[in-house]
């Protein structure tokens, strides 16, 4: 599958951004989703996750100020952050499981990036 991610951005301390991810790809069902940032000169850190089925589970330092949400249908996956802080500044990645039709085999899949900045 691949994996489109876009809706970052320079915000302000306090604002908000929504960053989707559009998947595409045939012949196959997408499993959990999720959003990963990775800041200068840190490693790369899982912020949310979200189930087929909707469940889904945040990193401590998110909790309270970040959504994940995904549109089955439209094969799209979102994250809605609120209450920006200098410290969310990172180039974010989404990020999918899926399977082929038929098949066993997890295969992963990541997004090129999008740069979040948060500045005033």
């Known amino acids: 599958v691949q994996l489109q991610a876009s809706g970052g951005g320079l915000v302000q301390p306090g604002g908000s951004l929504r960053l989707a991810c559009q998947a595409s790809?045939?012949?196959?069902?997408?499993?959990?989703m999720g959003w990963a940032r990775q800041a200068p000169g840190k490693q790369r850190e899982l912020v949310a996750t979200?189930?087929?089925?909707?469940?889904?589970n945040y990193v401590n330092s998110v909790k309270g100020r970040f959504t994940i949400s995904r549109d089955n249908a439209k094969n799209t996956l979102y994250l809605q952050m609120n209450s920006l802080k200098p410290e969310d500044t990172a180039v974010y990645y989404c990020?999918?499981?899926?399977?082929?039709?038929?098949?066993?085999?997890?295969?992963?899949?990541w997004g090129q990036g999008t740069q979040v900045t948060v500045s005033s």
């Open positions: 990020n999918a499981d899926y399977q082929y039709y038929g098949r066993s085999y997890v295969h992963q899949s």
């Open positions: 790809g045939s012949g196959l069902r997408i499993n959990g």
């Open positions: 979200i189930t087929s089925g909707g469940r889904t």
